[in-house]
């Protein structure tokens, strides 16, 4: 794990208010894999770090993605070229793509929801490292909030309001797959323990110090118990989280 400051270099746009940022952070770039995340701290403000998943690598430079919800990331939005972040990570444990398991894959399905896209080229790229077949399934609310970055070897679409490609969620649009990885509203992530008790998804929760000391990020667990999303996390099997019991007050919960 690495404590930095990251300098700005690039921004784009990848949708209706999606941008993506790059910063200058070698030894992350180096180390990181496809679901692990970067603790993002902006100097000067009261905020506590805030947690994004590395997106994509290039060279020395990592780039998130995000939209603005709130203080941070509008914080995040408004930095200029050159101003720093502190980043720490790369954080969690991500994706695990090939090698251990008992059949041999030979496709994977990224199943990503809206910022969900977040984790997903990185797990293109380590998918396709080991001869995966990559099958990129992505969906939004509507054609509007598409991310235009997408690089499966096949790509599906699905829109909840019909407007591109498949009428209907991801999970109801993906076709199957040796392997499933997932990420998105954590609702989509239960649908997809229903259907792939097996895939892995990353979760969303709420963090604080992203390192395993705050249990800031406690998430329940089937077998019982907690666990910490920064630490254990945030990738987990769809069916070992017990996804009724994500506390309601969050707005991250399933609806009841
Ligand atoms: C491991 C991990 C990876 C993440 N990767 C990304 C990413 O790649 N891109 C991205 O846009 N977002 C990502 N998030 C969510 C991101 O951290 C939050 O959107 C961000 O912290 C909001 O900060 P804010 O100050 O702008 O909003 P706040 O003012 O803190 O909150 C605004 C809204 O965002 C919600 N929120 C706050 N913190 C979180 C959180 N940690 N998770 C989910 N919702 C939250 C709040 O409930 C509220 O609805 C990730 C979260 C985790 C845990
Ligand atoms: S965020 Fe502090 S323990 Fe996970």
């Known amino acids: 794990m690495f404590e930095l400051s990251a300098p700005l270099v690039d921004r784009r746009e990848v949708g209706r208010g999606m941008w993506v940022l790059a910063f200058i952070a070698p030894p992350i770039a180096q180390q990181v894999k496809a679901g692990q995340f970067v603790n993002l701290g902006l100097p000067g403000t009261p905020f506590l770090r805030r947690p994004f998943s590395v997106y994509r690598v290039d060279g020395d430079r990592i ?11 509008a914080q995040l939005y408004e930095m200029h070229m050159g101003d720093e ?28 929801g809206g910022l969900g896209v977040a984790p997903m080229p990185l797990a293109a790229r380590d998918a396709r490292a080991v001869g995966l077949r990559v099958i990129w399934v992505h969906g939004a609310r509507t054609n509007a909030e598409w991310c235009n970055e997408a690089e499966g ?10 407007s ?7 999970v ?13 509203p954590n609702r989509m992530l239960a649908a997809v323990a229903e259907r792939w008790p097996d895939a892995q998804v990353a979760l969303e929760t709420y963090m604080g110090c992203g390192t395993g000391v705050c249990l800031g990020c406690a998430v329940p667990l089937c077998s019982g118990g907690y666990d ?9 099997r769809a069916a070992d989280i017990d996804w009724p019991a994500l506390p309601s007050n969050l707005h991250y919960a399933l609806p009841r």
Do not use: M
């Not at 980043?87 to 496709?107: D, N, Q, R």
């Not at 591109?164 to 991801?170: N, Q, V």
């Not at 109801?172 to 998105?184: F, H, I, K, N, R």
């Open 63 to 73: 780039e998130v993605v995000f939209k603005v919800v709130g203080a941070g990331t």
């Open 153 to 162: 070897d096949e790509n599906v679409w699905a829109t909840d309001d019909g």
């Open 164 to 170: 591109l490609g498949f009428h209907g969620t991801a």
């Open 228 to 236: 910490r999303a920064c630490k254990e996390g945030p990738v987990y």
């Open 85 to 112: 972040v502190s980043c720490l990570g790369p954080l969690g444990h991500g994706f695990e793509i090939g090698g251990s398991g008992k059949t041999v894959a030979k496709t994977v399905a990224l199943v990503s």
């Open 172 to 184: 109801q649009a993906s076709p199957e797959a040796d392997l499933v990885l997932a990420c998105g």
